[in-house]
């Protein structure tokens, strides 16, 4: 009877130790969960270059549902690490336009004229000054 009495001792002490180690693994694992998630678009908005605001700003107002998912996607890829590099407005144009989406983009053509640029569509309304004199 004493060796079923010092089994159940070691019973309760292995089981008194393994509520100890559930006890502290579940204050470790809190501590570590509260995690600052940043939304996807802020993490793109983050990595974007050179006119990469203006063509988010373009997609999101002509295809919202679609650029959306791009963003998501995008951002989701960034926080992970498998996107270093900044995305530049041309990269994402390309991007958007790879995937069918055909953003539209304002385009401005600017010419010099006596030391000043001027835009092409104002040069071409102007009439030209009379030089048959």
């Given at each position: 009877m004493s060796d079923d009495h010092e089994l159940e001792m070691l019973k309760a002490k292995r089981l008194a130790e393994m509520q100890k180690n559930i006890t502290s693994q579940a204050k470790i694992q809190p501590a570590a969960?509260?995690?600052?998630?940043?939304?996807?678009?802020?993490?793109?908005?983050?990595?974007?270059?050179y006119r990469g605001m203006e063509v988010l700003q373009n997609a999101e107002r002509q295809f919202p549902h679609e650029t959306k998912m791009i963003v998501d996607k995008l951002g989701e890829l960034m926080q992970a690490g498998e996107i270093n590099e900044e995305i530049d407005g041309?990269?994402?144009?390309?991007?958007?336009?790879?995937?069918?989406?055909n953003v539209r983009m304002?385009?401005?053509?600017?010419?010099?004229?006596?030391?000043?640029?001027?835009?092409?569509s104002?040069?071409?309304?102007t009439k030209p000054d009379d030089s048959n004199d």
């Open positions: 969960e509260p995690k600052k998630t940043i939304p996807f678009r802020d993490t793109l908005i983050s990595r974007l270059g041309g990269k994402l144009l390309a991007l958007f336009r790879s995937v069918g989406i304002e385009t401005k053509i600017n010419i010099e004229q006596d030391g000043k640029f001027v835009s092409l104002d040069k071409l309304t």
